[in-house]
């Protein structure tokens, strides 16, 4: 009488959003595994433009990925927005550092005022001397 009615309930919304999240979540993944800096940005960002210029005047080439001119770009925003615990601010600069995620601007100026900045870009292989 309780028969199987549970089983097949929304399964097919569900599954379509989880597999365009991983998908997107693959991208990202990708491109920050396979580059030692990655910085997400959005054109007109200015604090996106403060921390390229501090990575470029330590002699760092990032990988620059702008939400705003790619085709996933709302998607990793979302996905940003959540690696950044949310709380309504704007997930971008976004930087990835030998892979890992290590935060936006705050992040990196406080990496980079109390040096541990290029010790990190050193061990990701971004910076040599
Ligand atoms: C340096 O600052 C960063 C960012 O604020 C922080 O996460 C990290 O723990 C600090 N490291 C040291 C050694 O103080």
Not at 13 to 33: N, W
């Amino acid at each position: 009488m309780l028969s199987s009615s549970f089983s097949s309930s929304s399964s097919s919304i569900g599954r379509m959003e989880e597999s365009a999240s991983s998908s997107v979540y693959e991208k990202v993944s990708l491109v920050v595994s396979g580059n030692a800096v990655v910085v997400f940005t959005i054109s007109g960002c200015c604090m996106c433009h403060v921390v390229k210029q501090l990575l470029f005047g330590l002699g760092v080439g990032p990988t620059v990925v702008e939400l705003d001119r790619d085709s996933s770009g709302r998607d990793i925003h979302s996905l940003l927005y959540s690696l950044a615990g949310g709380g309504g601010r704007q997930p971008v600069p976004a930087v990835f550092v030998g892979g890992k995620f290590l935060g936006g601007i705050e992040a990196v100026m406080g990496c980079h005022i109390n040096g541990t900045l290029v010790p990190l870009l050193k061990d990701a292989g971004a910076l040599w001397l």
